[in-house]
């Protein structure tokens, strides 16, 4: 019974200075470290607000993906179900019943 408790303990207390470890990292970010280490870049959307009342398309979607500078991009509808993680690389082209897109922003 005693090397129960023992043994418990001793799980328990590596457990936790195993949570107190860290690594160190430089907080410091070098020259285009977001892009080249993930592989990803911000969007922009302002820069494809063009698209603002046009008719949703495969071509326009791509188009003011390449504009916006991301790495991906998608249509959602009023009803779309949508994750809801955020992503700086995704355009997101918001459409009305009519597929017209009504809103551009990027995540």
Same mark, same amino acid.
């Given at each position: 019974?005693?090397?129960?408790?023992? @043994?418990?303990?001793?799980? #328990?207390?590596?457990?936790?200075?195993?949570?107190?470890?860290? &690594?160190?990292?430089?907080? =410091?970010? @070098?020259?285009?470290?977001?892009? $080249? +280490? $993930?592989?990803?870049?911000?969007?922009?959307?302002?820069?494809?607000?063009?698209?603002?009342?046009?008719?949703?398309?495969?071509? %326009? %979607? +791509?188009?003011?993906?390449?504009?916006?500078?991301?790495?991906? =991009?998608?249509? #959602?509808?009023? *009803?779309?179900?949508? &994750? %809801? +993680?955020?992503? @700086?690389?995704? %355009? *997101?082209? *918001? $459409?009305?019943?009519?597929?017209?897109? *009504?809103?551009?922003?990027?995540?």
């Amino acid at each position: 019974m005693p090397w129960k408790y023992a @043994s418990s303990g001793l799980v #328990l207390a590596v457990a936790l200075l195993t949570g107190c470890s860290s &690594t160190y990292e430089s907080s =410091a970010p @070098s020259e285009g470290s977001a892009a $080249t +280490e $993930t592989g990803q870049s911000r969007c922009d959307a302002a820069a494809a607000q063009f698209a603002v009342g046009k008719s949703a398309s495969p071509a %326009l %979607l +791509e188009q003011a993906r390449v504009k916006a500078g991301a790495q991906t =991009a998608r249509v #959602l509808g009023p *009803n779309d179900m949508i &994750t %809801l +993680e955020y992503r @700086s690389d995704r %355009l *997101n082209l *918001n $459409t009305d019943q009519a597929a017209t897109v *009504n809103r551009v922003n990027c995540g």
